[in-house]
C-alpha cells in the first residue's frame, strides 16, 4: 500500500449503519424508517440530536420527556452506545387512561 493509500485509510471516518424506526406522530413526521450512519461510540442521545437537527419538525416530541428510544427489546437510557446494525425504534410520548 502507498504511503498515500495509507494516508486516506487513516483520516477515513468509520461509520455504523443503524436502522432507526418511528411511531405515531414522530412516523408521521419523519417516516416509518430511515437508515443512518453513526460514528463509532455514537449515543442515542447523539443520534436523537442529529435527528432533531435533520427534522426540527420533530423536535417537540422526540425532545419530550415522555418520548423512549428502544435498541432492541429493550427500553435504553440517552448515554446507551449504539452497534453495528443495532435498530433503534423513538416511541412518542403518548397519552391515556
Known sequence: ??????????????????????YGRLAETIGPELEIE????????QLRERLIAE???AEQ????????????DA??????VLEAADRVEFLP???GG
Open 1 to 22: 500500500m502507498s504511503a498515500k493509500a495509507r494516508a486516506g485509510a487513516q483520516t477515513a471516518i468509520e461509520v455504523t449503519p443503524v436502522k432507526v424506526l418511528f
Open 38 to 45: 453513526t460514528p463509532p461510540g455514537c449515543s442515542v442521545e
Open 55 to 57: 427534522h426540527p419538525e
Open 61 to 72: 416530541p422526540l425532545r419530550s420527556k415522555r418520548s423512549r428510544a428502544c435498541v432492541g
Open 75 to 80: 427500553v435504553v437510557h440517552e448515554d446507551h
Open 93 to 95: 410520548p403518548v397519552s
